[in-house]
Antibody
């Protein structure tokens, strides 16, 4: 079964840091680009970051660059999101998602179950 | 940045109804679009994209099309599992992604 299993979310104080993880199984992880997407309570989806299959090309949303970094360990079939200097407005469910791309299409066909980050004093 | 709007933002419908949702963008989609369904308390799930249909494995009741800056998503016959929120996605600025604000389909 193709799946993405997420972990790492917790309650953290403003200014704190977290490392979110996403482990893939049931597919060849090294063949796929990956995205992180988040959803604040009662809100829509917000794209956070992209990483290519090798980990050499990374894009971060402009508003989050400098605080968020993304990486992957293909040997461990895992994707990571390091979030620093957390703010209350970073409270959200964070999802990892597998990308299917190739001109002329681009979509996310498999999503993790999400991990919840709550930033609160 | 690409801006997306979805209409309607809320739909009240019954089992078997035909439901159509429109997503408009500040920049054309070509085929770089997708639609996702999110049931309450669950992760989003991919439904359909601009890719050739054989790649998607999409249930036949779902269809989508694009024309310039507008994409349309249709459920031909609403099923119980389709009461959910639907998000469009614009991927023309690959690898950056923009999502629409969502359309909630509720039971009439």
């Amino acid at each position: 079964e193709v799946q993405l299993v997420q972990s790492g979310g917790e309650v953290v104080r403003p200014g704190g840091s977290l490392r979110l993880s996403c482990e893939g199984s049931g597919f060849t992880f090294t063949n796929f680009e990956m995205n992180w997407v988040r959803q604040a309570p009662g809100k829509g989806l917000e794209w956070i970051s992209y990483i290519d299959s090798s980990g050499s090309t990374i894009f971060i949303a402009d508003s989050l660059r400098g605080r968020f970094t993304v990486s992957r360990d293909n040997a461990k079939t895992s994707l990571y999101l390091q979030v620093n200097h957390l703010r209350v407005e970073d409270s959200a469910i964070y999802y990892c998602a597998r990308i299917v791309s190739g001109p002329p299409y681009y979509y996310m066909d498999v999503w993790g179950g999400g991990t919840t980050v709550i930033v609160s004093s | 940045d690409i801006q997306l709007t979805q209409s309607p933002s809320f739909v009240s419908a019954s089992i078997g109804d035909r439901v159509t949702i429109t997503c408009r963008a500040s920049q054309g989609f070509n085929s770089f679009f997708a639609w996702y369904r999110q049931k309450p308390g669950k992760a989003p799930e991919f439904l359909i994209s601009g890719a050739p249909s054989f790649q998607s494995g999409v249930p036949s009741r779902f269809s989508a099309s694009a024309s310039g800056t507008e994409i349309t998503f249709t459920i031909s016959s609403l099923q119980p599992e389709d009461f959910a929120t639907y998000f469009c996605q614009h991927g023309y600025s690959y690898p950056r992604v923009t999502f629409g604000p969502g359309t909630k389909v509720d039971m009439k």
